[in-house]
């Protein structure tokens, strides 16, 4: 692995050249592979070692191919770089009461299911993603991870910052120079000069300084970057408690972690470095928002909306037994397909909706198609599925990957006519309709399994049993 010799210059001065040896050694290793676990879908835990710093976070021996585990697409489990996992350690102890969380740079999705997986009961993600190709991709990790309790957007943080004392805590893992993803990415490595680290440390304080109106006062904003250099880091933290009167917060850490404090200046800081800690290049500060007088919007009274949503809402209300708490969800259709929100956040959720670009929210049910009722995918992978009210169906290994594929298959010939939930492992896959003679796969043609290798079976994580 050849270094940009400016990044060697910098590194050196940062860690001290025998330090420095030690570091550049450690990007000639394989890299960990880790996983965390959704234990809102599955109580397993691999027979490997554990993430220190996150309780569901396990590194497995070697990568399986995760495009061919139906339990991956199921959403039992998320691939995430270890060092990253912190975020829940840092969440759990200083977000204790339900809270509106924003997850502002949020694609491709590891710390938004981490942040739904660690906020208290009650809470509501706010995922945000700029660029809209990404944001589909959010989106769809998210509904795989199954709390409803989501809106995915597609913002800029400038929008966002309308907002004003709308979020309790704020996650920014802002765009930077990628230092700490040398090891896994080459190409990285290749665009990596001193003029970008300069120019993603400017683009990071214009991120701060457009969204910190919509964090509340006394609010928590947690920054983070896979970077190493001290201008996209420890600067703007400095320019965080210097220029907007943030608060710096202490995280409590176990020394056996082995994570390196702040490079530059006194304020608490947490770097991990590939040759301390296992798992990849990650730097994560907290900072409080000072107190002052609270502001909120108030929703504006919008009949014609109102009206138009009445003038298309089905008279049915057959959908409310996919639920299994349906009384908590309120009804959202919108050409004849529905979503069901959580009753808690609709007056949020109408306030977002009205200021932002909303892609994602709660669960999307399904279409209502003349009398049938056509059930969602988001629904079958959803946590708040109530699969009492469907026929299941398991599927082989084999068979599951066929689903995952979106091709045909036949169903057993006992299998009752009408919408049929598959299953692998015990855990819900998607929908089939049943008609007979045959049974169409409803998987969604966009999250497909795009591969022409079709394995009889491979390794998947239930190997580590």
Not at 341 to 364: H, M, N
Request: charged share 25%; hydrophobic share 35%.
């Amino acid at each position: 692995m050849e270094l940009p010799k400016d990044f060697i210059e910098r590194t050196k001065i940062l860690l001290g050249t025998d330090e420095y040896l030690q570091f550049e050694a450690s990007l000639s290793a394989d890299a960990p592979i880790s996983i965390r676990m959704n234990r809102d879908k599955s109580d397993f835990s691999p027979n490997t070692a554990t993430v220190q710093w996150c309780e569901e976070g396990y590194y497995l021996p070697e990568r399986i191919p995760f495009t061919f585990d139906p339990l991956f697409h199921a959403g039992t489990y998320y691939v995430q770089e270890a060092s990253s996992m912190f975020l829940g350690h840092v969440v759990r102890h200083f977000v204790q009461e339900p809270s509106v969380i924003l997850d502002l740079c949020a694609a491709p999705g590891g710390k938004s299911t981490h942040l739904l997986s660690a906020m208290p009961k009650g809470s509501l993600l706010v995922s945000n993603e700029v660029i809209r190709s990404r944001c589909n991709i959010l989106a769809e990790n998210i509904a795989k991870w199954g709390n409803p309790n989501h809106i995915v957007t597609n913002n800029d943080p400038k929008e966002i910052g309308k907002l004003t004392h709308f979020f309790d805590v704020i996650v920014a893992d802002v765009p930077c120079s990628g230092e700490g993803m040398f090891r896994k990415d080459n190409e990285s490595i290749n665009e990596w000069t001193t003029e970008n680290v300069m120019l993603c440390a400017a683009r990071c304080r214009r991120i701060l300084n457009d969204i910190w109106n919509a964090l509340k006062p006394g609010g928590v904003f947690i920054l983070s970057t896979c970077t190493f250099n001290t201008e996209e880091n420890e600067e703007n933290v400095k320019y965080a408690i210097e220029e907007l009167g943030a608060s710096p917060i202490e995280i409590p850490v176990n020394q056996e972690w082995k994570i390196i404090p702040a490079l530059k200046y006194n304020y608490p800081a947490y770097h991990f470095f590939p040759h301390k800690t296992k798992g990849e290049g990650f730097f994560l500060a907290a900072f409080r928002k000072a107190d002052s007088e609270n502001q909120t919007f108030h929703l504006k009274n919008n009949k014609k909306n109102r009206q138009k949503e009445r003038a298309q809402t089905p008279a049915s209300n057959d959908w409310q037994r996919y639920l299994s708490d349906a009384d908590s969800y309120i009804a959202e259709w919108d050409n004849f397909c529905l979503r069901a929100i959580p009753a808690t956040f609709r007056e949020k959720y109408q306030l977002l909706k009205s200021q932002l670009t909303v892609v994602d929210a709660g669960i999307y049910v399904g279409e209502q198609k003349g009398k049938d009722f056509i059930p969602s995918e988001e629904l079958a992978l959803s946590t708040a599925l109530n699969r009492t009210a469907f026929q299941e169906t398991k599927l082989s290994y084999a068979d599951a990957i066929r689903y995952l594929k979106k091709e045909a298959f036949p169903l057993p010939g006992d299998t009752e006519k009408g919408y049929i939930l598959v299953t692998y492992e015990n855990i819900p896959l998607g929908f089939m309709k049943n008609i007979g003679n045959r049974a169409n796969n409803l998987y969604p043609q966009e999250w497909r399994i795009r591969s022409s290798f079709c394995p009889e079976q491979t390794k998947t994580l239930s190997n580590f049993r």
